[in-house]
């Protein structure tokens, strides 16, 4: 079973992004589980990783930034372990490093 995580830091359309994903799950026939979290705890241990965002990009970092552990986190289990991610508008761009 695949375990996606969407991180919730506040920003973002978290009841449709996990709707979206459990239907597109369901009809493909993919076993999964799909949380909405705000632990790191949980991102570490994903198969794969949803960030969306809406709104500004500093109040968007902002709101990542003041959940504990989220951003060393991400860094470790997308950058460093190349594990699956999808960034949804500004989350995409926090991400970025320019």
Do not use: W
């Amino acid at each position: 079973m695949q375990r996606l995580v969407i991180i919730d830091y506040g920003s973002g359309n978290l009841h449709s992004a996990a709707k979206a994903f459990e239907r597109a799950a369901r009809e493909g026939e993919v076993a999964s589980e799909i949380i909405v979290s705000t632990r790191a705890e949980d991102v570490a241990t994903a198969d794969r990783v949803v960030l969306p965002g809406v709104g500004a990009f500093a109040d968007c970092k902002r709101g990542l930034d003041q959940v504990p552990g989220m951003r060393a986190t991400l860094e470790d289990v997308v950058r460093a372990k190349g594990r699956p991610f999808l960034g949804i508008c500004v989350g995409m761009q926090l991400l970025s490093e320019r």
